[in-house]
């Protein structure tokens, strides 16, 4: 800290930001991160507490960055959460601008990719691999708890009640790319609460090379389903046909499976008025339903959303705070089926059986 500033503090006078800016990123510049971090620290409260909160919300913006772009990712971390306490300290409304200082802030998080070439005859090679899983672990853990406090803060002030869908997809982009243990039902939530579903189908594409043998029919049913229980039956629809795409450019094509023959029906039913053939779908295909508990769940999700069947009291939807308290989405209008049930089921569920 310089003599000046010092002084200012020693009279109850707060420096510049811009001065104390410049002073803390020299201190980081040599070397003195963790002295510099106890600094933004301080002076970022001090700030608060006068009510100055935009004077402190630049500091902490800048020494995120600043420490984050040193590779000091928990420090950097810490600073970005604080960011966002000030913002609700200081009830700042939900706003673009806002949204895009938050955005730089998660842009100078580190991607780091693993250490290729290892075998496990080489002690060297294996605590190699060992420090950089746990540093990979470590950097998911603080950017999804910055990023989860960000959405929590859009979702209070203005944005939408599960929060800005950039935000959601700015997490699940994180932890699906340096996640060393992926989850995939844990990032395709946030994909669906996102605003980018060209980018989920690259992912799961991505993802279905990658994965245990059975498990990329799951994880596509799961998008689907998960998209349908918003009532978002376009997302849904152009996440398929998006997948599809993207396969087709790599010689491949959507896994065969009744899970997926389900979910291809399923997306055609929902464009009409047609409880009865959704009944029909969903106990035709049950065995394949019952690969995963969740999908009768969001299947009721469904059946509530497009054809006002309510849930029984007893069995609330397990996403509880994720997927309540929403309104029919106005990409879920569907199509009038014939009036005669028996003709059109003829046409599209006989072939089926």
């Known amino acids: 800290m310089s003599r000046m500033m010092r002084q200012q503090t020693r009279r109850g006078v707060l420096p510049s930001p811009q001065e104390i800016m410049q002073t803390l990123e020299k201190s980081v510049n040599e070397g003195?991160?963790?002295?510099?971090?106890?600094?933004?620290?301080?002076?970022?409260?001090?700030?608060?507490?006068?009510?100055?909160?935009n004077d402190a919300l630049e500091i902490l913006q800048a020494g995120a960055i600043l420490q984050l772009q040193h590779s000091e990712v928990t420090s950097g971390a810490e600073l970005a959460t604080l960011f966002v306490e000030i913002l609700i300290k200081g009830k700042f409304l939900f706003s673009e601008e806002t949204l895009d200082r938050i955005r730089k802030i998660y842009q100078a998080f580190p991607k780091l990719s693993m250490p290729h070439h290892l075998t496990d005859q080489d002690d060297d090679d294996m605590e190699r691999l060992s420090e950089a899983l746990v540093a990979a672990k470590t950097r998911v853990e603080v950017c999804s708890s910055f990023l989860k406090s960000a959405l929590r803060w859009s979702a209070e002030y203005g944005?939408?009640?599960?929060?800005?869908?950039?935000?959601?997809?700015?997490?699940?982009?994180?932890?699906?790319?340096?996640?060393?243990?992926?989850?995939?039902?844990?990032?395709?939530?946030?994909?669906?609460?996102?605003?980018?579903?060209?980018?989920?189908?690259?992912?799961?594409?991505?993802?279905?090379?990658?994965?245990?043998?059975?498990?990329?029919?799951?994880?596509?049913?799961?998008?689907?389903?998960?998209?349908?229980?918003?009532?978002?039956?376009?997302?849904?629809n152009k996440l398929v046909g998006e997948l599809r795409k993207q396969l087709e450019v790599k010689q491949q094509t959507l896994p065969k499976s009744d899970l997926i023959t389900f979910v291809v029906y399923l997306l055609e039913t929902l464009?009409?008025?047609?409880?009865?053939?959704?009944?029909?779908?969903?106990?035709?295909?049950?065995?394949?339903?019952?690969r995963e508990r969740l999908f009768d769940e969001l299947l009721d999700d469904v059946a509530e959303k497009f054809y006002g069947v309510r849930r029984q009291a007893a069995f609330p939807s397990m996403f509880g705070d994720i997927f309540k308290d929403m309104n029919p989405h106005p990409r879920c209008r569907m199509k009038i089926w014939p009036a005669n049930i028996w003709s059109w089921t003829k046409v599209f569920i006989l072939p089926m059986l």
């Open 271 to 290: 464009e009409r008025d047609a409880l009865p053939l959704f009944r029909m779908l969903r106990q035709k295909y049950k065995s394949s339903i019952d």
């Open 159 to 236: 944005s939408s009640k599960s929060g800005c869908p950039e935000l959601h997809y700015m997490l699940a982009e994180y932890i699906y790319s340096e996640s060393p243990e992926l989850d995939m039902a844990k990032v395709t939530v946030h994909f669906v609460r996102g605003n980018n579903p060209e980018k989920f189908a690259s992912s799961l594409a991505n993802f279905m090379g990658k994965c245990y043998p059975g498990e990329d029919d799951l994880a596509i049913a799961r998008a689907v389903l998960m998209y349908l229980s918003q009532g978002d039956l376009r997302d849904a």
């Open 32 to 53: 003195n991160a963790y002295g510099a971090l106890q600094l933004y620290k301080t002076y970022s409260a001090r700030y608060a507490s006068a009510e100055k909160y």
